[in-house]
T-cell receptor
Framework: DAKTTQPPSMDCAEGRAANLPCNHS???????VYWYRQIHSQGPQYIIH???NNETNEMASLIITEDRKSSTLILPHATLRDTAVYYC??????????FGPGTRLSVLP | DVKVTQSSRYLVKRTGEKVFLECVQDMDHENMFWYRQDPGLGLRLIYFSYDVKMKEKGDIPEGYSVSREKKERFSLILESASTNQTSMYLC????????????FGPGTRLLVL
């Protein structure tokens, strides 16, 4: 079973920031938070991951709360091509990735 | 960039046929994985491998086998395809270590008639 909870769907206006929440209240101290996305009929694409600190790369930012029980993926300027299912995964070395149902993000023109 | 390729994007086979799905990665990753993805069920792990000639069962190995003769190549075998194996098959690879990231191939959509 997935260790994360995400809303099933969200809408975002093109050009606006998309903020995708994830709850992982049972996360343990050495587990990472990973984000992937999957555009229709393609393989999942890695976006970003973090342990405790906030992270940023060319695709997105990851904000992890101080107690690490939740996180938010931020796409700063969403485009139509960001329409996808976004998966939040809690993972540690030696475990297997468990993909839950994710959040279906629709970016609207 | 990490590249994971799969031998076919679409495949149509008949019940009872032996099916080979090939996956190749070019980043010298130790770990390779096979998943299947079905609507409403998410991604489920079939088999994985942490080294050449090594394999481990995932959550749903029944009806499948795998082969890893070379580090860069991981094959999924359906010995006798059945209609309930119609699915999207995804291969992934990763480096060993804490916080390792899995990189996925484009997927093979298999239809068993």
């Amino acid at each position: 079973d997935a260790k994360t909870t995400q809303p099933p769907s969200m809408d975002c206006a093109e050009g606006r920031a998309a903020n995708l929440p994830c709850n992982h209240s049972t996360i343990s101290g050495n587990e990472y938070v990973y984000w992937y996305r999957q555009i229709h009929s393609q393989g999942p694409q890695y976006i970003i991951h973090g342990l405790k600190n906030n992270e940023t790369n060319e695709m997105a930012s990851l904000i992890i709360t101080e107690d690490r029980k939740s996180s938010t993926l931020i796409l700063p300027h969403a485009t139509l091509r960001d329409t996808a299912v976004y998966y939040c995964i809690v993972y540690n070395y030696g475990q297997n990735f468990v993909f839950g149902p994710g959040t279906r993000l629709s970016v609207l023109p | 960039d990490v590249k994971v390729t799969q031998s076919s994007r679409y495949l149509v086979k008949r019940t009872g046929e032996k099916v080979f799905l090939e996956c190749v990665q070019d980043m010298d990753h130790e770990n390779m994985f096979w998943y299947r993805q079905d609507p409403g069920l998410g991604l489920r792990l079939i088999y994985f491998s942490y080294d050449v000639k090594m394999k481990e069962k995932g959550d749903i190995p029944e009806g499948y086998s795998v082969s890893r003769e070379k580090k860069e190549r991981f094959s999924l075998i359906l010995e006798s395809a059945s209609t309930n194996q119609t699915s999207m098959y995804l291969c992934a690879s990763s480096q060993t270590g804490p916080g390792e990231t899995q990189y996925f191939g484009p997927g093979t959509r298999l239809l068993v008639l």
